[in-house]
């Protein structure tokens, strides 16, 4: 052949390294349509599902992901808690929150723990692969929407001094705390967070105390007027 016919190399072929996504969630459509949209993209792949605390930390250990997708709501141990048990053993292991909450409720306490984003469900499927792969390449990531609320919020709190009563509430109260201004009973709120309802009772005992309300009837007040402060 001649010198002017010779096939040009052929480029090296470059194979994409699929980064390794843990996806926990207790509601299994769920789990598993975002697990679908994770799937279909060349560079993602899903390793591992779990529905709970205990089982999202077998399989963190067993897997080793690259990133940890959480809801806040689990049955037992919340999410925000699990950020921080997964984080206690693996420190450089990235969490993505998504969540049904608005992230105007639980995204800042969640950052605050240790994640590194925070998608609400409601624009899942729009968001969270640009969420995903911006948590990957070490940035953080919440909406543009939230965004601005952290900066309003933390110069109101430097002109201020203090910040929201609420801050007093551990993740779990703050929980209780939601639904109950959303019109949930005592029974309702234990079949939501999957507890019993002698531990709601003590809850909401906790939630009376810290927020310093003479009777059930003003807390359950102060809690419809905040629900609908924080989502207005």
Not at 85 to 92: D, V
Not at 96 to 110: F, G, K, N, Q
Not at 185 to 207: D, F, Q
């Amino acid at each position: 052949m001649s010198p002017d016919l010779a096939e040009a190399p052929k480029p090296a072929q470059t194979t994409v390294k699929e980064r390794r996504i843990l996806i926990v969630d207790d509601h299994p459509v769920f789990r598993h349509g975002i697990a679908a949209l994770i799937s279909a993209e060349k560079d993602l792949t899903v390793c591992g599902e779990a529905e709970s605390a205990p089982a999202a930390l077998e399989a963190m250990r067993r897997l080793q992901p690259d990133l940890a997708m959480l809801d806040i709501s689990l049955q037992g141990t919340n999410g925000i808690e699990l950020i921080k048990l997964m984080r206690s053993e693996q420190p450089r292991l990235p969490v993505l929150i998504l969540s049904m909450h608005d992230e105007s409720l639980y995204a800042l306490r969640a950052l605050r723990a240790g994640a590194k984003g925070y998608v609400m469900k409601a624009e899942a499927m729009t968001q969270v692969l640009t969420a995903l792969r911006k948590v990957l390449s070490g940035e953080i990531y919440v909406s543009p929407r939230f965004s601005e609320r952290l900066v309003f919020k933390a110069i109101q709190s430097l002109e201020g001094g203090m910040g929201s009563p609420v801050d007093k509430l551990s993740d779990r109260e703050l929980e209780v705390l939601q639904l109950l201004g959303k019109g949930f009973g005592t029974r309702e709120i234990a079949n939501e967070l999957h507890l019993s309802v002698k531990t709601i009772e003590t809850h909401r005992a906790h939630i009376k105390e810290k927020l310093g309300f003479k009777d059930a009837g003003e807390m359950v007040r102060f809690a419809i007027d905040w629900v609908a402060q924080e989502q207005g």
